[in-house]
């Protein structure tokens, strides 16, 4: 079952901030995000494991509530290089008793000059 | 350069056809993931695999088939089963478990159905 994102789409200008949600109605174990640019691979931003560790660049931040099951993005003072579609990834145990990563369907995030 | 090799990049197909993606990793990984994209749906996963000889249904796994006959190399079938194959299809590859680190992903391939 897919992670539901929010918002679907945002516009923003050079140095405003935003912040891109992920929920699941699932247990989670992990939280990933990823930004794909158009065309191109997605590259690998940030995990958010269960129990507070996170793993990432240093210049993201996220958060993730587990008893929520809810994670947050926060792209602060954006470049026009953010610009891109950011995927949610939730993993939970799966039926076969391994793990496995489900995306969301995306946030296409847009900056302008 | 460590990384994933997806081949080909562009891939045309009659109905009715079988096609098969090629996804090679010298990364060391032992798990590989076959994902689909298609615009507005974010990424399904298709199979994955954690071990040689050993691989799992994702999602959307009906009319694929992989195989893992050596870590370095997961290949993808599209089978004539497959009803609507037009997408774009990315393998990926972790250490292990993706809860130990991240996804490494191919540049794609891009499958159209003629």
């Known amino acids: 079952q897919q992670p539901v994102q929010s918002p679907q789409a945002v516009i923003l200008r050079e140095g405003e901030d935003a912040v891109i949600n992920c929920s699941s109605s699932?247990?989670?174990?992990?939280v990933h995000w990823y930004r794909q640019k158009h065309g191109e691979a997605p590259v690998f931003l940030m995990i958010l494991l269960k129990g507070g560790e996170q793993k990432g660049h240093e210049k993201i931040s996220a958060s993730f509530n587990e008893k929520k099951q809810q994670s947050s993005l926060y792209l602060t003072a954006s470049q026009l290089s953010y610009s891109g579609t950011y995927f949610c990834?939730?993993?939970?145990?799966?039926?076969?008793?391994?793990?496995?990563?489900?995306f969301g369907k995306g946030t296409k995030l847009s900056v302008i000059p | 350069d460590g990384g994933i090799t997806q081949s080909p990049k562009y891939l045309f197909r009659k109905e009715g056809q079988n096609v098969t993606l090629s996804c090679e990793q010298n990364?060391?990984?032992?798990?590989m993931y076959w994902y689909r994209q298609d615009p507005g749906q974010g990424l399904r996963l298709i199979y994955y695999?954690?071990?040689?000889?050993?691989?799992q249904k994702g999602d959307i796994a009906e009319g694929y088939s992989v195989s893992r006959e050596k870590k370095e190399s997961f290949p993808l079938t599209v089978t004539s089963a497959q009803k609507n194959p037009t997408a774009f299809y990315l393998c990926?590859?972790?250490?292990?478990?993706?809860?130990?680190?991240?996804?490494?992903f191919g540049e794609g391939s891009r499958l159209t159905v003629l």
């Open positions: 699932k247990a989670l174990y992990s």
């Open positions: 695999s954690q071990i040689v000889n050993d691989f």
């Open positions: 990364l060391n990984h032992d798990a």
């Open positions: 990834g939730t993993e939970g145990p799966s039926g076969a008793g391994s793990y496995q990563l489900t």
């Open positions: 990926a590859s972790s250490i292990v478990w993706v809860n130990t680190g991240e996804l490494f």
